[in-house]
T-cell receptor, first 113, second 114 residues
C-alpha cells in the first residue's frame, strides 16, 4: 500500500485480557519496527524485524509482550494479560532498509480499563 | 551508548518569529539524525534527515537543520513560524553502521502564538 497501515486505530480492553495489534508495512520495506508512546512521553523502541533475520527484541518491556512477522509482510504485536500501564499509542514503522528513512503508521491507541 | 537530548519540552513563539528547537546527541561517531513532527492524534512524519552528506539539511514545510559535529548538535530551525507548525517535534538518532533502531528524544511541543 501507499503507507503503513495499523489496525485497530483505537482499542479499549479490560485489564487481564489479551490484545493483538496489526501493522501492514509498505510493500517492499524489509525493516519493520514497533514503538510505544505513553501519554506525554517520547517513543520507546519495542522490537525490530529485518527480513528473515532473528528479530531484535531488546526493547520488549516484559514477557507479556511478543511480536511476529511473516517474511516481509504483516506484523502482529500481542500483549497478554494487559495491565493499565500498557495504555499507550503503539506505533509501527517500516523502512526500505535499516538506517534509512522510516515511515510511521498512525498508531493504535490502546486503553486498558 | 547513543542518546539524544532535546532541550525544552515546550517552546512558544509568535507567528512570524524564528523557530529554534534544540537537539544534541551523544556519540563518538556521527550518527544518522532525523527530525519528525507529530500533529495531534496522528503518526510521525519525517521532516528531514542527516546521513553524512551535506551538513545543512533542508526538509519539508520550510524547516532545516544543521549538523555540527563540534557541538554534537542537530538543531531544527524555521525562519518564520506559521500557526500550522504547532505540533510536537522529535529528534531521533541511528548510530551509523549499527543495527538499526531509531532512538528518540523526549520531544518538544511547539506552540505558535497569534
Amino acid at each position: 500500500g501507499a503507507g503503513v497501515s495499523q489496525s485497530p486505530s483505537n482499542k479499549v480492553t479490560e485489564k487481564g485480557k489479551d490484545v493483538e495489534l496489526r501493522c501492514d508495512p509498505i510493500s517492499g520495506h524489509t525493516a519493520l519496527y514497533w514503538y510505544r508512546q505513553r501519554l506525554g512521553q517520547g517513543l520507546e523502541f519495542l522490537i525490530y524485524f529485518q527480513g528473515n533475520s532473528a528479530p531484535d527484541k531488546s526493547g520488549l518491556p516484559s514477557d507479556r509482550f511478543s511480536a511476529e512477522r511473516t517474511g516481509e509482510s504483516v506484523s502482529t504485536l500481542t500483549i497478554q494479560r494487559t495491565q493499565q500501564e500498557d495504555s499507550a499509542v503503539y506505533l509501527c514503522a517500516s523502512s526500505l532498509r535499516s538506517g534509512y528513512g522510516y515511515t510511521f503508521g498512525s498508531g493504535t491507541r490502546l486503553t486498558v480499563v | 551508548a547513543q542518546s539524544v537530548t532535546q532541550l525544552g519540552s515546550h517552546v512558544s513563539v509568535s507567528e512570524g518569529a524564528l523557530v529554534l528547537l534544540r537537539c544534541n546527541y551523544s556519540s563518538s561517531v556521527p550518527p544518522y539524525l532525523f527530525w519528525y513532527v507529530q500533529y495531534p492524534n496522528q503518526g510521525l512524519q519525517l521532516l528531514l534527515k542527516y546521513t553524512s552528506a551535506a551538513t545543512l539539511v533542508k526538509g519539508i514545510n520550510g524547516f532545516e537543520a544543521e549538523f555540527k559535529k563540534s557541538e554534537t548538535s542537530f538543531h531544527l530551525t524555521k525562519p518564520s513560524a506559521h500557526m500550522s507548525d504547532a505540533a510536537e517535534y522529535f529528534c531521533a538518532v541511528i548510530l551509523s553502521g549499527s543495527a538499526r533502531q531509531l532512538t528518540f528524544g523526549s520531544g518538544t511541543q511547539l506552540t505558535v502564538l497569534p
